[in-house]
C-alpha cells in the first residue's frame, strides 16, 4: 500500500472528517472503483448494501462486520476498506466506540 490512503486515515483519525454520499451501495460502488479507500455504514439492512457489497468484494475490498468477522447478510455492519487499511481501519473504528463507551454526556 502506498502513503496516500494511510495518510489520509491519519488525516480521519486527527480531524474526524466522515462523509456519507446518501447510499451505501454508491459508496461501495466507489470503493470498488478507486474513488473511496474505505466505506462505514454503521447501521444497515441486507437491501441497502447487498449490492455494493459483491461488487466491492470482486474488485478486491476487504468487506467485514463491526467485530471483524466475514460480513453477511446478517451483519449489523458494512466495514469495507483496501485492503491496506482495513485492520487500522477496524482498529481506529473500535478506538472510537470505546472512546463514546466510556465518556459521559450530560
Keep these: 500500500?502506498?502513503?496516500?490512503p494511510r495518510q489520509r486515515l491519519a488525516h480521519l483519525v486527527e480531524h474526524g472528517r466522515v462523509r456519507m454520499n446518501g447510499s451505501a451501495a454508491v459508496d461501495l460502488s466507489w470503493l470498488a472503483e478507486g474513488k473511496l479507500d474505505a466505506s462505514v455504514t454503521l447501521a444497515n439492512h441486507p437491501w441497502d448494501v447487498a449490492?455494493?457489497?459483491v461488487i466491492?468484494?470482486?474488485a478486491g475490498a476487504i468487506i467485514m462486520d463491526q467485530d471483524g468477522s466475514e460480513?453477511?447478510?446478517?451483519?449489523?455492519a458494512?466495514?469495507?476498506?483496501?485492503?491496506?487499511?482495513?485492520?487500522?481501519?477496524?482498529?481506529?473504528?473500535?478506538?472510537?466506540?470505546?472512546?463514546?463507551?466510556?465518556?459521559?454526556?450530560?
Design 1 to 4: 500500500m502506498g502513503p496516500a
Design 71 to 76: 460480513h453477511t447478510l446478517g451483519s449489523r
Design 56 to 58: 466491492a468484494r470482486e
Design 51 to 53: 449490492a455494493g457489497v
Design 78 to 106: 458494512t466495514i469495507a476498506a483496501t485492503p491496506g487499511i482495513s485492520r487500522e481501519l477496524l482498529a481506529l473504528l473500535g478506538r472510537a466506540e470505546a472512546a463514546t463507551a466510556t465518556s459521559t454526556t450530560w
